[in-house]
């Protein structure tokens, strides 16, 4: 495919204006902060604590392999709800008015081996900027190893994509830590897009990183347990961590009925509005489910996250209402799945879809 090396959308739209100003006024009417929320305090500290807990009984309490395995898998469960809740809203700017809380929240990503600095470049700017589009968003593209969308090449063996893939998310997150910070970091680039070297504080902060998630994930442990026993902690650990942050994220935008714009060839040009778009590449999923909502960190309700990245996500449920009211009243395609297993089948579908031989054309 001929990838353009700018992509741009139709000027903001009423639709944009019309929803900033209710969500505006929302908080205006309820006197709530759309950052700096108690309820986010109190979740950062239950998540921090929980996972720290898990971890000291990990590396210092646990005797039997069967007290191991399951630690391991609860503690693969603390790193997502870290990155899905904390991570999450500090590198979008969310948690907090004051800019040096949203920067330590946001490193908290680098705690767990993977860079803040770069994962903000290519999920803050790529993906929202330009979510679902081929060449451009970096989170839909695993390069020969899946097909995600339309316009990407298909391979004969993604036709078990929709089995394969399943077992693929569990390296997603060693993917990052090993070689995707590195590579990108050398090639200068994400994608088609420049990645220009982290310096000052970003360097240093890189750097101090990295040491510490090594030094917390294995040569801390390698001090009291031998090596075979810190790996398939760490495998384990990663593993499950993997799985539920890809199977997440697929789900709100890897489904069937969901848009996968294609900008025109020459001037890469996209002819709707960004906030519209936003809509027809999204969607919700569960949104009933308040302890998944809690867990995931609202991102279940992705077309809220989208429109309103730099909103706490603790106000997403809210938010919701008004968003959806004012997609009908527009004529835009709000889609919610009622729940996760209607979610995971969509996905399921959409992967052996474009894994199918594509049909040749006159």
Request: positive net charge; proline residues 5%.
């Amino acid at each position: 495919m001929t990838t353009p090396a700018k992509v741009t959308y139709n000027p903001s739209s009423e639709f944009q204006q019309a929803i900033r100003a209710r969500v505006d006024r929302y908080f205006r009417m309820t006197g709530r902060s759309p950052k700096d929320s108690v309820r986010m305090y109190l979740k950062t500290a239950t998540v921090i604590l929980g996972l720290a807990g898990l971890y000291v009984l990990t590396v210092f309490v646990a005797a039997a392999w069967w007290q191991v395995l399951l630690l391991s898998v609860g503690m693969g469960v603390g790193v997502a709800a870290l990155g899905f809740n904390v991570q999450h809203d500090g590198n979008h700017g969310a948690y907090s008015r004051v800019g040096w809380i949203n920067r330590i929240t946001g490193l908290t990503m680098d705690l767990l081996g993977v860079s803040s600095y770069i994962w903000s470049r290519k999920h803050n700017v790529l993906h929202h900027t330009y979510t679902n589009v081929a060449g451009h968003d970096d989170d839909i593209d695993l390069g020969p190893l899946a097909r995600f969308a339309p316009e990407q090449r298909r391979f004969r063996f993604h036709r078990l994509q929709h089995i394969y893939m399943w077992a693929l998310y569990s390296v997603i997150v060693p993917k990052w830590q090993f070689h995707d910070d590195w590579a990108q970091l050398i090639r200068g680039r994400i994608g088609s897009h420049k990645l220009m070297w982290p310096k000052g504080w970003d360097l240093v902060w890189f750097v101090a990183g990295k040491l510490a998630w090594i030094s917390i994930f294995f040569v801390v442990p390698l001090m009291l347990h031998p090596v075979w026993a810190v790996l398939t902690c760490y495998v384990i650990t990663m593993a499950v961590a993997g799985i539920v942050l890809s199977v997440v994220f697929q789900l709100a935008h890897v489904v069937e009925s969901r848009h996968f714009p294609v900008p025109d060839p020459e001037t890469g040009h996209i002819d709707t509005p960004w906030a519209v778009e936003q809509v027809q590449t999204t969607a919700d999923f569960a949104r009933g489910n308040r302890l998944l909502s809690w867990f995931v960190g609202g991102l279940n309700f992705q077309i809220e996250h989208h429109l309103f990245p730099r909103i706490c996500h603790v106000h997403y449920p809210k938010i919701a209402r008004i968003v959806e009211k004012m997609c009908k009243r527009y004529g835009i395609h709000y889609h919610a799945f009622p729940n996760v297993w209607s979610a995971i089948q969509s996905h399921y579908r959409w992967l052996r879809e474009m894994g199918r031989p594509v049909p040749a054309t006159a």
